[in-house]
């Protein structure tokens, strides 16, 4: 499954063992009714059938049933925007960099604000600045032997990807300040997430 909102995306690729029947299905379903069958099987648990109807998809989860219309048109080429985890990567904790986001981020308040990172070796500086409440800044040990690279970012973004990462640490892959960054857990999982730069 892959989806995107222009500024990140997210790509998840389960295993083949937990995916029965035959045949292909190959659908864009709408977000609000994604965001609806989470909650189903937030209640239900237990396995879900896909079934694809003329323009339409089903899913069957214990009693109940949602059925939604596909979106017309061509999903982008994903593919083309995955950037490839080559050269230096970095790899850190993820309950540290998330709580680290969390409260650098207090102060961006409404303003599309960036978050910097700067990335040393050894060493991740955090920092926001708000020019009506300050700045604030943080310091995480990682695992970095690449070049010195400042980038930012949208904190709401990292954390949105953090939030869903199971296993205790991630890697970030940043190639320059100005192209698509690419963040996984460190173990793999089947899940990654790219999310483009903001101008700092």
């Known amino acids: 499954m892959v989806a ?3 500024h990140r995306l997210s790509l998840v690729i389960a295993p083949s063992g937990a995916v029965k029947g ?3 299905i190959e659908a864009l379903i709408p977000r609000k009714a994604l965001v609806e069958l989470g909650k189903m099987l937030r209640e239900e648990g237990g396995e879900v059938r896909v079934v694809s109807l003329d323009q339409q998809v089903a899913f069957l989860c214990g009693k109940n049933l949602l ?4 979106l017309e048109g061509q999903f982008p ?12 990567g970095a790899t850190l904790s993820r309950d540290g960099l998330l709580g680290a986001l969390r409260r650098t981020s ?21 920092s926001c600045t708000n020019i009506d409440l300050g700045e604030a ?14 980038v930012g970012f949208n904190a709401r973004y990292l954390m949105d990807f953090l939030n869903v990462v199971e296993g205790g640490e991630v890697s970030i892959h940043v190639h320059d300040p100005l192209s698509p960054a690419l963040f996984e857990p460190r173990k793999g999982e089947g899940f990654c997430c790219v999310i483009m730069p903001m101008r700092i």
């Open 4 to 6: 995107t909102d222009g």
């Open 22 to 24: 035959g045949g292909a």
């Open 67 to 70: 059925t939604t219309r596909l």
């Open 77 to 88: 080429n994903y593919q083309q925007v995955l950037p490839t985890p080559s050269g230096p």
């Open 106 to 126: 207090t102060i961006v308040g409404d303003r599309a604000t960036p978050t910097i990172l700067e990335m040393k070796q050894g060493r991740l500086l955090i």
């Open 137 to 150: 800044r943080e310091e995480l040990p990682m695992e970095y032997r690449g070049q010195e690279l400042t």
